[in-house]
């Protein structure tokens, strides 16, 4: 019988990486603390025309990139792909636009699935940190939304950082501008690829995002939506790129970004590693506004902002920019316990010592003293604790500093207080 493998385009965290992991989510988790935003926790599957309406359906995601099934109920059912939905659908559920702290700021850890083809920077099962910000339409909570993805970069030590914004209006303005896409590609559609012919019809913005027709001529001259923006949506725009400059943070406006979800409206951006050694793939965190969204799941007509960020991503923008997170936690004391009675002795005092707040280990392979001894420094053991036969009789263990080699008898009484004094 051949091997089970594990799926295409997942991986498996195994120990010694999964510590970088839970550093990135303590740090995410402080600096959401720090802003204010609460953590939800939604299913990891979802009704699938919550994805449909909200996401879109003519997007890659829903119609390329789920993985879609029916339950045993005959209901259709989908792996979400992205958290927002998910979150606006929770929202709306919950009224938390009745809750008495608005704007209502919520953040989320969890893997997405998206069937995409597996390359670097792009799994099928990847993880995403995202927060949204929902029931304000102030341009300082889509600067604070941008400034806590860039904090918590800055906090973990990447520097070759890019910010790309843009804004995609409002509704009256994106129907100008896509009236003005149409205009632009109509005559000529027939030299793109059958998805964009398509696009043109449902969704003319989505030509912008197309991988196959990027260097087309058209492309360069499309109609940008900065030139499309009414007064409103042109002032909004300014103020979040006021507030951000007043805060500091580097940005370069690009007309053509668009995103590739569909609820988005006025803000949106992202952010890409300009690391050298980096992937063909440098999006690191995309994000914007959704008004309109929480209408679009049934709720009541509030608006809302959020990114989210993969930490596959943001471990490949380490490695590339050479920062090392810590990983592997060192042991606080060993036990070598040799002769059958030490050995029993040993199975209270590690549960004494866990219970004292101390990581514990002993052997538990009958291993010789030498091999407990490499096996303690294999896990960077700060003390060992050696009980034999003969100090079990004078009532004592011998505790050895591997990093000082310093070793003292201490009284089997006096261990805790011992090392609780070594630190
Ligand atoms: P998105 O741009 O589809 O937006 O994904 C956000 C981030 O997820 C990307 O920038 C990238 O870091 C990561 N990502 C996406 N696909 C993959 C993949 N196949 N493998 C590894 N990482 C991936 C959203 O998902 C929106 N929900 C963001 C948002 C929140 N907008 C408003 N609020």
């Known amino acids: 019988m051949s091997n089970i493998q594990i799926p295409r385009g997942t991986q498996d965290i195994l120990p010694g990486v999964v510590e970088k992991w839970q550093f990135i989510e303590k740090k995410a988790k402080e600096i959401c603390g720090k802003f204010q935003y609460k953590e939800i926790r939604t299913p990891i599957f979802e ?44 929202y709306a559920e919950n009224k938390m636009y009745g809750q008495a702290v608005q704007p209502v700021k919520l953040y989320y850890f969890g893997p997405m699935f998206r069937y995409e083809r597996p390359q670097a920077g792009r799994y099928r099962q990847f993880v995403q940190f995202g ?90 001259t499309a109609p940008s939506i900065l030139d499309y923006l009414n007064d409103e949506s042109r002032s909004y725009f300014e103020k979040v790129k006021k507030h951000l400059t007043d805060m500091q943070i580097d940005f370069v406006v690009d007309p053509t970004l668009v995103r590739g979800l569909d609820y988005y409206n006025h803000t949106a951006f992202e952010i890409m590693s300009e690391a050298e050694g980096f992937g063909a793939i440098t999006t690191l965190c995309g994000g914007g506004r959704y008004n309109g969204l929480v209408q679009d799941v049934g ?54 010592l866990r219970r004292e707040g101390f990581s514990a280990e002993k052997d538990y392979m009958g291993r010789k003293m030498k091999a407990q001894f490499k096996a303690a420094e294999r896990l960077h053991a700060q003390h060992v604790l050696i009980i034999g036969e003969d100090e079990l009789e004078k009532g004592l263990a011998v505790i050895k500093d591997l990093q000082t080699g310093e070793q003292k008898d201490v009284p089997l009484e006096n261990i805790v207080s011992f090392l609780k004094r070594e630190g």
């Open 131 to 220: 927060i949204e910000a929902i029931g304000s339409d102030d341009p300082s909570i889509d600067a604070e939304v941008i400034s806590l993805a860039m904090e918590l970069y800055r906090e973990l030590g990447l520097k070759k950082l890019r910010l790309v914004i843009n804004s995609l209006g409002d509704s009256s303005s994106r129907k100008a501008h896509r009236d003005a896409l149409i205009a632009h590609f109509k005559p000529s559609i027939g030299e793109f690829c059958g998805d964009c012919q398509q696009r043109l019809e449902t969704n003319p913005l989505r030509i912008l995002d197309c991988k196959k027709d990027r260097d087309h001529e058209l492309m360069k």
């Open 299 to 352: 709720g009541p007509d509030q608006p809302g902002i959020g990114f989210a960020l993969s930490i596959e991503r943001l471990l490949s923008a380490l490695d590339a920019e050479g920062v090392e997170l810590p990983h592997e936690e060192a042991v606080d004391c060993y036990i070598i316990a040799l002769g059958d009675e030490a050995m029993d002795y040993s199975m209270p005092l590690l549960q004494q």
């Open 47 to 90: 009704q699938t025309e919550l994805f449909q309406r909200s996401v879109g359906d003519t997007t890659d995601i829903v119609q390329k990139e789920m993985y879609t099934f029916e339950d045993r109920g005959g209901r259709s059912l989908t792996l979400r792909p992205e958290g927002t939905a998910a979150v606006v659908r929770s």
